[in-house]
């Protein structure tokens, strides 16, 4: 792994500064991230409408819903596939071209979701259709995220990897705010009948026209700085870059996949399904709910980009040391202080927001856990596989849990954060250990 020359970087290694360009850089790539996540993750905003269009009539409810959240998860199991065949010809044949094809093939099917035909024109094509559109979604962000943490940190200096993995990560959480919002207004602006008629589109055709606008300010990118110089010195990996990943860095793979579980813990259990749990639990509103959940998502946004700086200031693996506890505390005041006092859910549920943001820190890790020629397959791999595992276990296990305690949620986050923090304090005494070895004596010349 090659974290340690970021967690201790040479005091003779001059700085360069973060350049226009640089901010530039970010922007377009964090605006990009940002509308291809809120296309990714609309769907979910829009089941329970979606199960009543796609499915026959007669269907149960339940079934109808077990159907519906079948195609959400879809979407999830292609991710690995889509990010495996991307990282690999970006490895191979350059960062920005995949960077854009994947905005692409994310902007297609969700245009395509808004004009599909529901069952009752299309039959069971029309459902049939919809699971393939969904597919090529989940694929198409297997590719986006961690190419997009790739792309982001070759370009900008070694000691801004971290804010710059961090502004990435808060443009897809701003993806997740951004999807909140339009469902709520769409479901202000028409009635239920036109959002069952005609409205439910809407979220759909506008996603997939602005994900067209983001391929067009990606055209304005330019390849990044460390491929350009691998590439002309021709120390392009000549094997299969992913056989060439886990084989020569498993142990960079496994941490990898450790932090990405901290992150989906943190994702999935408390911004996704805590508004849910918060309404079942404890009898709260649901627009009281969704709202509390946006000033928690709008908090994630800020919290990943500050602890992007600590990262930058600390050290990844401390920065993740920290964020770990920080989150575990956070977790378990949120959880039991909503259940004691309800009335304070939505400034508790803005801190523990803010503590998410420590899913900022996990690509800095990854970025510097891999070598730049199989960075791309290395990081694709271990966040996808882990996600999809994690990601689609983890609702299971706390719905589960819940059945013995209502404070199940917490318990659930607050163990995977002792694993991320645990291994980011191996990591680090690791690291610290080797750096203050004594040099060997240099090799006498001949």
């Given at each position: 792994?090659?974290?340690?020359?970021?967690?201790?970087?040479?005091?003779?290694?001059?700085?360069?500064?973060?350049s226009?360009?640089?901010?530039?850089?970010?922007?377009?790539?964090a605006?990009?991230?940002?509308?291809?996540?809120?296309?990714?993750?609309?769907?979910?905003?829009?089941?329970?409408?979606?199960g009543?269009?796609f499915?026959?009539?007669?269907?149960?409810?339940?079934?109808?819903?077990?159907?519906?959240?079948?195609?959400?998860?879809?979407?999830?199991?292609?991710?690995?596939?889509?990010?495996?065949?991307?990282?690999?010809?970006?490895?191979?044949?350059?960062?920005?071209?995949?960077?854009?094809?994947?905005?692409?093939?994310?902007?297609?099917?969700?245009?395509?979701?808004?004009?599909?035909?529901?069952?009752?024109?299309?039959?069971?094509t029309?459902p049939l259709?919809?699971?393939?559109?969904r597919?090529?979604?989940?694929?198409?962000?297997?590719?986006?995220?961690?190419?997009?943490?790739?792309?982001?940190?070759?370009?900008?200096?070694?000691?801004?990897?971290g804010?710059?993995?961090?502004t990435?990560?808060?443009g897809?959480?701003?993806?997740?705010?951004?999807?909140?919002l339009?469902?709520?207004?769409?479901?202000?602006?028409?009635?239920?009948?036109?959002?069952?008629?005609?409205?439910?589109?809407?979220?759909?055709?506008?996603?997939?026209?602005?994900g067209?606008?983001?391929?067009f300010?990606?055209?304005?990118?330019?390849?990044?700085?460390?491929?350009e110089?691998?590439?002309?010195?021709?120390?392009?990996?000549k094997?299969?870059?992913?056989?060439?990943?886990?084989?020569?860095?498993a142990?960079?793979?496994?941490?990898?996949?450790?932090?990405t579980?901290?992150?989906?813990?943190g994702?999935?259990?408390?911004?996704?399904?805590?508004?849910?749990?918060?309404?079942?639990?404890?009898?709260?509103?649901?627009?009281?709910?969704?709202?509390?959940?946006?000033?928690?998502?709008?908090?994630?946004?800020?919290g990943?980009?500050?602890?992007g700086?600590?990262?930058?200031?600390?050290?990844?693996t401390?920065?993740?040391?920290?964020?770990?506890?920080?989150?575990?505390?956070?977790?378990q005041?949120?959880y039991?202080g909503?259940?004691?006092?309800?009335e304070?859910?939505?400034?508790?549920?803005?801190?523990?927001?803010?503590?998410?943001?420590?899913?900022?820190?996990v690509?800095?890790?990854?970025?510097?856990?891999?070598?730049a020629a199989?960075?791309?397959?290395?990081?694709?791999?271990?966040?996808?596989?882990?996600?999809?595992?994690f990601?689609?276990?983890?609702?299971?296990?706390?719905?589960?849990?819940?059945?013995?305690?209502?404070?199940?949620?917490?318990?659930?986050?607050?163990?995977?954060?002792?694993?991320?923090?645990?291994?980011?304090?191996?990591?680090?005494?690791?690291?610290?250990?080797?750096a203050?070895?004594?040099?060997?004596?240099?090799?006498?010349?001949?």
């Amino acid at each position: 792994m090659a974290t340690p020359s970021s967690d201790a970087p040479s005091p003779l290694a001059a700085p360069r500064p973060l350049s226009a360009q640089d901010v530039r850089t970010l922007g377009l790539a964090a605006l990009g991230g940002a509308l291809e996540f809120y296309d990714f993750i609309i769907f979910v905003f829009f089941t329970s409408v979606m199960g009543r269009l796609f499915f026959p009539p007669e269907t149960a409810d339940w079934l109808r819903q077990l159907q519906t959240f079948g195609l959400f998860a879809a979407g999830y199991l292609a991710r690995p596939l889509g990010g495996i065949v991307m990282a690999h010809f970006g490895d191979r044949t350059g960062r920005k071209r995949m960077f854009t094809l994947s905005v692409f093939l994310m902007s297609v099917p969700t245009l395509c979701m808004g004009l599909l035909p529901t069952y009752a024109t299309a039959g069971y094509t029309a459902p049939l259709l919809l699971l393939t559109l969904r597919l090529l979604q989940g694929a198409a962000v297997g590719g986006e995220v961690p190419g997009a943490w790739v792309f982001v940190s070759e370009h900008v200096p070694e000691r801004r990897v971290g804010l710059a993995c961090g502004t990435l990560t808060s443009g897809l959480t701003l993806g997740i705010l951004l999807g909140s919002l339009v469902a709520t207004a769409v479901n202000t602006v028409f009635t239920p009948e036109q959002v069952m008629a005609y409205g439910w589109r809407v979220p759909f055709v506008v996603g997939g026209v602005f994900g067209f606008f983001a391929v067009f300010l990606r055209r304005w990118l330019q390849e990044t700085p460390v491929f350009e110089e691998m590439r002309q010195k021709k120390a392009l990996v000549k094997e299969l870059p992913l056989k060439a990943a886990l084989q020569g860095h498993a142990p960079a793979v496994i941490v990898s996949m450790l932090f990405t579980w901290v992150l989906t813990a943190g994702i999935v259990v408390i911004i996704l399904m805590t508004p849910t749990l918060m309404q079942q639990l404890h009898g709260i509103a649901p627009a009281r709910a969704l709202a509390a959940n946006s000033v928690a998502t709008l908090t994630l946004t800020v919290g990943c980009v500050c602890y992007g700086l600590l990262a930058d200031r600390l050290g990844a693996t401390r920065a993740m040391a920290i964020g770990s506890g920080v989150l575990l505390v956070a977790a378990q005041l949120f959880y039991r202080g909503v259940a004691s006092a309800p009335e304070h859910l939505v400034p508790l549920y803005a801190g523990v927001g803010f503590c998410v943001g420590v899913a900022g820190v996990v690509p800095a890790v990854m970025v510097q856990a891999f070598p730049a020629a199989v960075r791309f397959s290395g990081i694709s791999f271990s966040y996808n596989v882990a996600y999809a595992l994690f990601g689609g276990l983890t609702p299971l296990a706390v719905t589960l849990a819940l059945k013995e305690s209502p404070l199940a949620p917490a318990y659930y986050v607050s163990a995977v954060c002792a694993v991320g923090f645990l291994v980011a304090l191996l990591l680090f005494r690791g690291f610290s250990a080797r750096a203050s070895e004594p040099a060997p004596p240099p090799t006498p010349s001949r």
